[in-house]
């Protein structure tokens, strides 16, 4: 009987172990390897390797010869995978996203591949546990949600980014689910499983430690890397695509990559791995405390990434220039000259989320994050006239949402009642008169003062509510 490959799902019982040693040989740092490279003096590789955006390369002697000579000889497809676990990318993934950048400004073809499949595996890299099976509808709903923000990004740097003397590669989102859907599972294994060895495969430090755990790995996950070499695989045959881009933690699944290719086809494929961004304190960036700083506007708004970035570490500004901008190096350093002659500008900071925000959101979404800005922490009232609905509900994600029916002689104390901003009877009254209440961010302590438009009511239409430091609502108020 014929199985679907999406439907295969079974269980490892069996433990192995083998040495790193003998595949850790086959990796050196990109730094030891340029710089004994004339080819690559000036090139592409040397210059993301300044910037901090790759880290290693495979095989051994890709970075030192073959590689940069492979990029001027020609224009090239490098890809890289984003398997959509969820329904937004979130600020760890960018650094891949830039690395295709980088690559397409240098006129090279760049594939983004979903993991439309791939996700309904999951990858054991860098987990200590099996991820939750997701079903193939959340798939669907998380890879159209993840393919909406990597066109987003694309279009920004284009648009505002790019030198428009220098010709753009073409790029590519696809999902590797379209190729697997017609896949025999039987078929499948027959053709390529026979290229795989399982002592090669029981190397992995991905496969290693997640089989010294207790809750050692199920044979879903030890497939992932049979998954995702023939998704290089079949890149390469379809879109002549002979580079991967991937994380650190990702260095497994690009041996089995090469080693599949090189077996089915004899011809030379290539890694390069890019860093896990870390903060000062050790924590993925991005994801400090649990709470994930998302692509997606309706996930993470342009305020919050902005801000996100412009409360970064002193310590990690300058490295978070070169990696997550496009600025020349050499305006980084005078950005740096200028922060350390006045840190209280942060000047570095600013430029920082501005770049980053503009990158992710355009530049209605820099503007917005600046508004929100100086709304929130200048008390702006020109800003809060300005902003969207949408915007004030970002900025005040956790604050009520009202609309109001607008009656002739509306008071303070009746906009706060209605707002259930203030408890109803004389406590709600004392509140006020003692000075508890803001509206748009002045003290208001005259309950019984009927609503001024321009005033209580800015011109867009709305109040802002606070009672006490931080209790906020937002009313829109709708005219007779």
Same mark, same amino acid.
């Given at each position: ?75 090239? @497809? ?39 499949? @791939? ?100 044979? @879903? ?18 879109? *002549? ?6 994380? @650190? ?21 290539? *890694? ?9 304190? *050790? ?198």
């Amino acid at each position: 009987m014929a199985v679907s490959m999406l439907g295969f799902c079974c269980c490892v019982s069996r433990h192995a172990s083998c040495s790193l040693l003998r595949r850790a040989r086959l990796f050196l740092t990109l730094r030891s390897k340029f710089h004994r490279s004339a080819a690559a003096s000036s090139g592409l590789l040397l210059s993301l390797h300044k910037r901090g955006v790759l880290k290693d390369s495979f095989p051994e002697n890709a970075a030192q010869d073959q590689l940069p000579r492979l990029l001027q000889s020609a224009p090239q @497809t490098v890809y890289c995978g984003f398997d959509p676990t969820a329904d937004s990318l979130h600020v760890g993934n960018l650094l891949a996203i830039i690395g295709l950048l980088h690559f397409r400004s240098a006129g090279h073809n760049v594939v983004a591949l979903l993991g439309g499949a @791939t996700a309904q595996i999951g990858d054991p890299s860098g987990k200590t546990s099996e991820r939750e099976r997701l079903s193939a509808e959340v798939v669907e709903e998380n890879t159209r949600g993840i393919r909406e923000s990597i066109q987003r990004i694309f279009i920004n740097h284009e648009v505002l980014f790019h030198d428009r003397s220098r010709p753009l590669g073409t790029v590519n989102v696809l999902n590797n689910r379209s190729w697997y859907k017609s896949w025999e599972v039987v078929d499948f294994l027959s053709e390529t499983g026979r290229h795989f060895r399982m002592g090669t495969m029981l190397s992995r430090h991905s496969v290693q430690s997640r089989l010294r755990s207790a809750d050692g790995m199920s044979l @879903t996950e030890f497939t992932y890397q049979v998954f995702q070499a023939y998704d290089f695989y079949h890149l390469h045959q379809i879109y *002549g695509c002979r580079i991967q881009l991937g994380g @650190t933690d990702q260095l497994g699944n690009l041996m089995s990559g090469h080693e599949y290719i090189h077996k089915v086809s004899g011809e030379e494929v290539y *890694g390069l791995t890019i860093p896990l961004v870390t903060s000062t304190t *050790g924590d993925k960036l991005g994801k400090t405390a649990g709470n994930a700083v998302w692509l997606n506007r309706d996930k993470t708004s342009p305020f919050e990434l902005y801000q996100f970035f412009l409360r970064q570490s002193d310590a990690s500004v300058e490295r978070y220039l070169k990696l997550f901008t496009f600025l020349p190096l050499e305006e980084v350093e005078k950005l740096m000259e200028q922060q350390r002659e006045d840190p209280s500008k942060r000047l570095a900071h600013k430029r920082l989320a501005a770049e980053v925000t503009k990158l992710v959101h355009g530049k209605e979404g820099l503007e917005s994050a600046k508004r929100c800005t100086n709304a929130l922490y200048h008390s702006s009232i020109q800003a809060l006239e300005q902003m969207s609905d949408e915007e004030l509900q970002e900025l005040f994600r956790e604050a009520p949402f009202q609309e109001m029916l607008l009656e002739p002689g509306t008071t303070v104390l009746d906009a706060c009642r209605k707002a259930s901003a203030i408890p109803d009877g004389p406590k709600g009254y004392r509140m006020i008169s003692e000075g508890a209440v803001w509206i748009n961010h002045k003290r208001e302590d005259k309950p019984e003062q009927v609503l001024i438009p321009n005033i209580h009511i800015l011109s867009n239409g709305l109040t802002l509510l606070r009672v006490g430091k931080k209790n906020f609502h937002i009313v829109k108020w709708l005219s007779l």
